[in-house]
């Protein structure tokens, strides 16, 4: 069973970067597509970005387009979400899962306890 833990966030204000991280334990992620979601208070989770096992496609929500860039390494069992240019409207707490159909989170181990991201204005 994959266990993830999501790790990198924290307060920054609008314009600035951040770089988030997902480590894996109990399985390889190396097999699977990847993905970021993200849950803002009061709000359903969202799809942000996904990656399939070889880094060769890359999907991205439309909010986070040309801002955020998803990405991994194998060999460290570990998947990567670099933020630039935050907003405000990012604040929320981000998560990775394994996806299925590129935007779905699959039915996969469970949930980790995400990494809260708070951007100021």
């Known amino acids: 069973q994959v266990q993830l833990g999501e790790s990198g966030g924290g307060l920054v204000q609008a314009g600035g970067s951040l770089r988030l991280s997902c480590a894996a334990s109990?399985?390889?992620?190396?097999?699977?597509?990847m993905g970021w979601f993200r849950q803002a208070p009061g709000k359903e989770r969202e799809f942000v970005a996904s990656i399939t096992w070889n880094g060769g496609n890359t999907l991205y929500a439309d909010s986070v387009k040309g801002r955020f860039t998803i990405s991994r390494d194998n060999a460290k069992n570990t998947v990567y979400l670099q933020m630039n240019s935050l907003k405000p409207e990012d604040t929320a707490v981000y998560y990775c899962?394994?996806?299925?159909?590129?935007?779905?989170?699959?039915?996969?181990?469970?949930w980790g306890q995400g990494t809260q991201v708070t951007v100021s204005s």
């Open positions: 899962k394994p996806v299925v159909r590129g935007t779905v989170p699959a039915d996969v181990g469970s």
């Open positions: 109990g399985r390889t992620l190396s097999s699977y597509v």
